[in-house]
Structure formats: C-alpha cells, structure tokens
T-cell receptor, first 114, second 114 residues
Framework: KAGVTQTPRYLIKTRGQQVTLSCSPI?????VSWYQQTPGQGLQFLFE???????NKGNFPGRFSGRQFSNSRSEMNVSTLELGDSALYLC?????????????FGEGSRLTVL | AQSVTQLGSHVSVSEGALVLLRCNYS??????LFWYVQYPNQGLQLLLK??????LVKGINGFEAEFKKSETSFHLTKPSAHMSDAAEYFC????????????FGGGTRVLVKP
C-alpha cells in the first residue's frame, strides 16, 4: 500500500512569488491535514480537508490556502511568499476526520524562500 | 486551548540505557495523546497513542508511555536504547472534536552514544 506522497520534495522560490504543494493521501483515506514545521515555531497545524470540505483551520494568514479534490488529493498554496515561509510542509492523511485516528505523514515538501 | 510541553530539547543516552522523554499537556477536555518519531529528512511516524482505557500504552519499537491524569503527563520510555532510536520525538495532543488537528510539543532530539 503506497504511503502519502508529497510533491515536490524540494523547491526554492523568491519573495513575492507563490507556490503550490501537492499531496496524494493513502488510498481510501479521505482526510488530509497540512502542517508547517520550522526550527523556531515547531510543528503547526495549517488546515484539514475531508471530502473536499475544509473542516478546520489553524492560525495562519490568508496567504495560506488549500483545497481537496474528489479523489482526496490535496493542494496547498502560499501566495506572496515571505522569508518566514521557509519551512518543511507536511501532509498527513487519515481514514476519517476526527480523533483518535492515526495520521500518516508524508516526507514533506521543503520550501526555501530567498 | 491545548498545549504540550516537552522537557529537554536534546537528550543523550548510552546504547542499552533507559530512554525517558517527558511530556506534559494542558487540555480542558479529556485528551487524546500521541507520540510521533521523525527520522532525518522524513515525515512523522506514530509510535503510540492514548485514547481511553488502560493508561499504560505500548507502541512500536519497544516504546511505551503512561498517561497520568493527575500529573497531566504522558512520558515516553524505552528500557534499552538502540542506535536506531536516534531521532526526534514529538508529543502531541488532540481533543478529538477538532478533527485531526494536533497540537505538538517542541520535540526532543535523542542522541544514542555507543
């Protein structure tokens, strides 16, 4: 059974640009969550999607957005990139929305903003 | 609001020695508690979780954790460290109602000395 797949794994952008990250969940999983990991702030919840609907959102500015498609694949977008957006972005999938289900994490997309 | 505190950002243990990683949480509702491990350049992998019932939880790779409500703690232990245990460990809490939103601690990086 394939795991959670995130693309691209590494990318470099400059300030002001926008970026789109993709996440393919484990087959059969309908919940996709996104987390940002930085050395300073640690792991922070961005948002969760279930059946194409955003169920929960973390405390991030509106520049961060996401969506989920009918096949459960998800994308997140960051517009007007800032240096502080440099981070590892982790996607996690789960069979259901709501705890205490296990989250299965991808290897992440490492974004560097110059 | 929930919060998680992990005491010690770095822990060094000798191979074969006890591994003890401390986690204290704050939650206004009965929590779901998790320990995740992250190896370099990888995503997070679930070690174990507490939902309800038995307070001593056994996980993968010989790890276990005990939920102590009176102390609001969920410390992770392993009787005998192995070189392969070198990684970063994260404690997390969820109230279950907020979907798959986890609040993570700051992480503890474990170094295993031969």
């Amino acid at each position: 059974k394939a795991g959670v797949t995130q693309t691209p794994r590494y990318l470099i952008k400059t300030r002001g640009q926008q970026v789109t990250l993709s996440c393919s969940p484990i087959s059969g999983h309908r919940s996709v969550s996104w987390y940002q990991q930085t050395p300073g702030q640690g792991l922070q919840f961005l948002f969760e999607y279930f059946s194409e609907t955003q169920r929960n959102k973390g405390n991030f500015p509106g520049r961060f957005s996401g969506r989920q498609f009918s096949n459960s694949r998800s994308e997140m977008n960051v517009s007007t990139l800032e240096l502080g957006d440099s981070a590892l972005y982790l996607c996690a999938s789960s069979f259901r929305a709501g705890g205490p289900g296990e989250l299965f994490f991808g290897e992440g997309s490492r974004l560097t903003v110059l | 609001a929930q919060s998680v505190t992990q005491l010690g950002s770095h822990v060094s243990v000798s191979e074969g020695a006890l591994v003890l990683l401390r986690c204290n949480y704050s939650s206004s509702v009965p929590p779901y508690l998790f320990w995740y491990v992250q190896y370099p350049n990888q995503g997070l992998q679930l070690l174990l979780k507490y939902t309800t019932g038995a307070t001593l939880v056994k996980g993968i790779n010989g790890f276990e954790a005990e939920f102590k409500k009176s102390e609001t703690s969920f410390h992770l232990t392993k009787p005998s460290a192995h070189m392969s245990d070198a990684a970063e460990y994260f404690c997390a809490v969820s109230d279950g109602a907020a979907g798959n939103k986890l609040t993570f601690g700051g992480g503890t990086r474990v170094l295993v000395k031969p």
